[in-house]
């Protein structure tokens, strides 16, 4: 859990920096986040929180004076900060700015700050105070596409798509990137419905592949995982802004035809032999276990574990 630093460290470093605070301008209230009046203006009142390794994290969208801040202002008081944080130990700096003020970045980079990423509204800065080499973990390095293979036992046949703007017209199982906070098989369901207009059900993970540096993943590493679907509906009702055709294909047809994808045909087979000889010999089902966070959980995939061996106490 992040606990604030203490505010008496605060007006120390203020105070080194522009003087002392409640002659200034401020009034002080013991246990209090922060000054209860408004700083005057120029004066950098930055706030940081520790985190469980030691770094300290900095979000200027907190600073109540921010947009009365120059940059010079700004840069005096990041350096005594710094300076601060340098003689308690602290191992790195996470700075987080708003698009709005984008003119901190410079000061901030001149202190020797640099990129860790940057989201819609807002970019990350790190510094890292430690011995040797940063030891900071680099930001999200793949991006995760999920398909779908929905396949009908019934009458043996699975949902294919073509993609509209493609410079072939390969057969391929529709699907798409996985969102945020999404699991896999939610996206696999969604993504068949937003393409196709059927609704399904997640059974069972079938393959994972990896690549790297993919121009589709802007030069980032790719994983795109295959999920097997159950049908619950049958009418297509294709997205023609993203698919050319749609259709339910025999398996048997998708696994020998030429016109598809090298991990399609890979797929369609893998089906064909799970359908032959059981899906048991092919899924990898999920199960939720609780994480080490307390009240998270995760989802873990793997081959199906019989009961026995989920309660056993050892090995004989």
């Known amino acids: 859990m992040r606990q604030p630093l203490s505010w008496g460290r605060w007006r120390a470093v ?12 401020y009034r002080w ?70 698009i709005l003020q984008s003119r901190f970045i410079a000061p901030a980079a001149s202190l020797g700050f640099c990129f860790h990423h940057a989201e819609s509204d807002s970019s990350t800065l790190t510094l890292w105070l430690g011995e040797g080499p940063s030891r900071l973990p680099g930001y999200a390095s793949h991006q995760v596409g999920v398909a779908g293979a929905v396949f009908d036992e019934s009458t043996r046949k699975i949902l294919v798509v ?20 999404e699991d896999i098989g939610d996206t696999a369901v969604r993504e068949v419905f937003e393409e196709t207009g059927i609704k399904s059900e997640f059974r069972s993970v079938l393959s994972i592949r990896q690549q790297h540096t993919n121009p589709g993943a802007f030069g980032k590493s790719d994983m795109y995982i295959i999920c097997r679907l159950k049908p619950y509906s049958f ?32 797929v369609a ?48």
């Open 14 to 25: 203020l105070a080194r920096t522009y003087g002392p605070g409640p002659s200034a301008g």
């Open 29 to 98: 209230a013991s246990g209090a986040q922060g000054y209860v009046r408004n700083p005057p203006v120029g004066a950098c009142d930055l706030q940081g929180e520790l985190d469980r390794f030691g770094g300290i994290s900095v979000r200027l969208a907190r600073l109540d004076t921010l947009d009365r801040l120059d940059a010079a202002a700004f840069q005096k008081g990041l350096q005594a900060a710094v300076q601060q944080w340098r003689s308690e130990g602290r191992t790195a700096v996470w700075l987080h700015i708003p």
């Open 162 to 181: 073509q993609d509209r703007n493609k410079l072939k017209n390969m057969w391929k199982f529709p699907g798409g990137l996985s969102e945020p906070e």
């Open 235 to 266: 009418t297509i009702n294709f997205c023609q802004d993203e698919c050319l055709r749609c259709e339910w294909m025999d398996l048997n047809d998708l696994a020998k035809t030429e016109n598809t994808t090298p991990i399609t045909s890979r």
């Open 269 to 316: 087979r893998l089906l064909v032999y799970g359908y032959r000889e059981g899906f048991d010999k092919i899924d990898l089902t999920v199960e939720e276990l609780p994480a080490v966070h307390t009240g998270l959980f995760y989802k873990l995939y793997h081959k199906e574990l019989p009961e026995n061996y989920k309660t056993m106490k050892g090995i004989d």
